[in-house]
């Protein structure tokens, strides 16, 4: 059974930069696709990137050039490091992880995901 574990969230003013982290237990030896969601209030759960196990990542359009996802295998942790943040990316912030070698083009689909840890709230005040 995979656990996650989200950590790193806080609030910063807009312009500010944070950085989340994921920590990963009870993998196998198959590969991860492994995303990053949020959800503010009132609002759907959305994508917000993804990394597969070859790491490739792919982002939502209101993050690049902004935000960027990373992971470090042998520690199994993922991370989201996030720049210039904007008011509206304040959002409870969900780790995620799929058993497939790759992200196909539904990772922004949070039904695509079958691991999911608790979140981290991120708030950017403007």
């Known amino acids: 059974q995979v656990q996650l574990v989200e950590s790193g969230g806080g609030s910063v003013q807009a312009g500010g930069s944070l950085r989340l982290s994921c920590a990963a237990s009870?993998?196998?030896?198959?590969?991860?696709?492994m995303g990053w969601f949020r959800q503010a209030p009132g609002k759907e759960r959305e994508g917000v990137a993804a990394?597969?196990?070859?790491?490739?990542?792919r982002y939502a359009d209101s993050v690049k050039g902004r935000f960027t996802i990373s992971k470090d295998s042998p520690k199994s942790t993922l991370s989201l490091q996030m720049n210039s943040l904007k008011a509206e990316d304040t959002a409870m912030y969900y780790c995620?992880?799929?058993?497939?070698?790759?992200?196909?083009?539904?990772?922004?689909?949070?039904?695509?995901?079958?691991?999911w840890g608790q979140g981290t709230q991120v708030t950017v005040s403007s």
């Open positions: 009870g993998y196998t030896s198959s590969g991860y696709c």
């Open positions: 990394i597969d196990a070859l790491g490739w990542s």
């Open positions: 995620a992880a799929r058993v497939s070698t790759v992200c196909t083009g539904s990772w922004s689909s949070p039904g695509y995901f079958g691991y």
